[in-house]
């Protein structure tokens, strides 16, 4: 397994890899065909993470192909420059292997470069696998955001989890 930062080149990958997290996990935000996703739009917000001081994208790679990403959103006025929202998303069959620690790993030796003292996150209080995983990354519970996500017609509560250096 690679990890490593994204370039312009994984446009197309990207889009791939979450059309098939939207097909197979319900814990990503999107239904399926319901993101505006194709390799144009893609190539956009790759140049927009390029381009900023508090953003990346980290790419899992395994025999050439993404299997998972870490994308981290800085905040973009001078307030909240110090903070980065994540999301991260892992094909199923490489979930549980230690490719999301990975990922984190990659991102924490690149947060050391940038002034983020502050890591934010989501996830639905009925993801087990994500939550350890946030854990043993280092992340806390900081409050419940209740009927947040709605899936077919049952509501899901989220935990809002952070990492405060």
């Known amino acids: 397994m690679i990890i490593r930062e994204v370039t312009q080149t994984d446009a197309n990958q990207l889009v791939e890899l979450h059309k098939q997290l939207d097909e197979e996990t319900k814990f990503m935000l999107f239904e399926p ?11 956009k917000i790759i140049s927009s993470i390029l381009e900023s001081n508090n953003s990346n994208i980290f790419l899992a790679v395994k025999n050439n192909r993404v299997v998972g990403h870490l ?19 892992i094909l199923k069959e490489f979930s549980s292997k230690g490719v999301g620690y990975e ?22 209080t009925n993801n087990e696998i994500g939550i350890k995983l946030y854990k043993k990354a280092g992340f806390e519970v900081e409050g419940i955001k209740k009927n947040s996500i709605i899936i077919g017609d049952r509501y899901i509560d989220e935990y809002y989890m952070a990492k405060v250096y």
Do not use: P
């Open 103 to 124: 990922l984190f790993n990659a991102m924490e030796n690149w947060r050391l470069t940038t002034g983020i003292k502050r890591l934010e996150l989501t996830v639905m």
């Open 33 to 43: 065909d319901e993101r505006e996703n194709n390799e144009t739009r893609q190539s």
């Open 71 to 89: 994308t981290v959103i800085g905040g973009h006025t001078k307030r909240i420059s110090h903070r980065a929202y994540i999301v991260i998303g």
